[in-house]
Nanobody, 114 residues
């Protein structure tokens, strides 16, 4: 059974930093990533990293966010720097297995105050 557990969200002032962590268990993956969602809007891709280590980012976070993974610890991270109020959202960890099935974590709230 695949389980994803996010941690590291919280409240931070604009310009500050947070690091999100996602603990993954139960499956190898073709891709890991982060989405975010604000109320009444669609879930938005933030960053993704492939099993080969290739990463991609939404234009809105390029240069500020960095996705990484520690395969030995089955963890993925999202380092978020220079945070803006518009980064406020619930951030979800997700995993795509080799059959293309997608799994989601429960989400962690990130709030950036101006």
């Amino acid at each position: 059974q695949v389980q994803l557990a996010e941690s590291g969200g919280g409240l931070v002032q604009a310009g500050g930093s947070l690091r999100l962590s996602c603990a993954a268990s139960g499956s190898s993956f073709s891709a890991l990533g982060w989405y975010r969602q604000v109320p009444e809007k669609q879930r938005e891709l933030v960053a993704i990293i492939s099993s080969g280590g290739t990463s991609n980012y939404a234009d809105s976070v390029k240069g500020r966010f960095t996705i990484s993974r520690d395969s030995a610890k089955s963890r993925m991270y999202l380092q978020m720097n220079s945070l803006k109020p518009e980064d406020t959202a619930v951030y979800y960890c997700y995993l795509v297995d080799w059959n293309g099935k997608v799994y989601w974590g429960q989400g962690t709230q990130v709030t950036v105050s101006s």
